[in-house]
T-cell receptor, first 115, second 114 residues
Framework: DTEVTQTPKHLVMGMTNKKSLKCEQH?????MYWYKQKAKKPPELMFV???????INESVPSRFSPECPNSSLLNLHLHALQPEDSALYLC??????????????FGPGTRLTVL | AQKITQTQPGMFVQEKEAVTLDCTYD???????LFWYKQPSSGEMIFLIY??????QNATEGRYSLNFQKARKSANLVISASQLGDSAMYFC???????????FGTGTSLTVIP
């Protein structure tokens, strides 16, 4: 089973709203990732959690706040977003193996629209 | 620095024909992994195929094969017998030996023509 689930599938929010994106995997993976992707562009890395600790934060604005409650769950809390934050948000997980053999599996994504 | 280059922004292929999508990479690591992902218009990134830098054989997965030329630092994806459902964006990616970051190319949009 290589399934990563994400909810919600679509989200429309105003600039003053607070919302959260949720990601879940039950593959025993120890690394989880958040990406932001604009249309026709590659995914841009936002955050990486390794063994439930934040290991990479790619200078993401503080209006995005990640949380890893346990090894299977990853949340992205959104607050005071801007219209330019509208994008596809992808979650991924991997086993966290060294040597370049780690394979990343992605969820279906959340399409976020900020009005 | 790690860099992935996909020089074909868009490609067209006739149904049932084979197509090659190009990918070159730049890394100073001796050990690394190379990956191809497919992204249909629905948005999900689907893992297709993996090649390890020390693998002597080219990777194959059904209709997908990876033409790995280590000295040229290229990892081209070959799709045989194209189907209409193969129309999608295709991303080449690399995971170096250390760290847990994956590096993506800019993608190739493939359209299969009936």
């Amino acid at each position: 089973d290589t399934e990563v689930t994400q909810t919600p599938k679509h989200l429309v929010m105003g600039m003053t709203n607070k919302k959260s994106l949720k990601c879940e995997q039950h593959m025993g993976h120890r690394a989880m990732y958040w990406y932001k992707q604009k249309a026709k562009k590659p995914p841009e890395l936002m955050f990486v959690y390794s063994y439930e600790k934040l290991s990479i934060n790619e200078s993401v604005p503080s209006r995005f706040s990640p949380e890893c409650p346990n090894s299977s769950l990853l949340n992205l809390h959104l607050h005071a977003l801007q219209p330019e934050d509208s994008a596809l948000y992808l979650c991924a997980s991997s086993q966290e193996r060294w040597g370049g053999t780690d394979t990343q599996y992605f969820g279906p994504g959340t399409r976020l629209t900020v009005l | 620095a790690q860099k992935i280059t996909q020089t074909q922004p868009g490609m067209f292929v006739q149904e049932k024909e084979a197509v090659t999508l190009d990918c070159t990479y730049d890394t100073s690591d001796q050990s690394y992994g190379l990956f191809w992902y497919k992204q249909p218009s629905s948005g999900e990134m689907i893992f297709l195929i993996y090649q390890g830098s020390y693998d002597e054989q080219n990777a194959t997965e059904g209709r997908y094969s990876l033409n790995f030329q280590k000295a040229r630092k290229s990892a081209n994806l070959v799709i045989s017998a194209s189907q209409l459902g193969d129309s999608a964006m295709y991303f080449c990616a690399m995971r170096p030996y250390t760290g847990n970051q994956f590096y993506f190319g800019t993608g190739t949009s493939l359209t299969v023509i009936p």
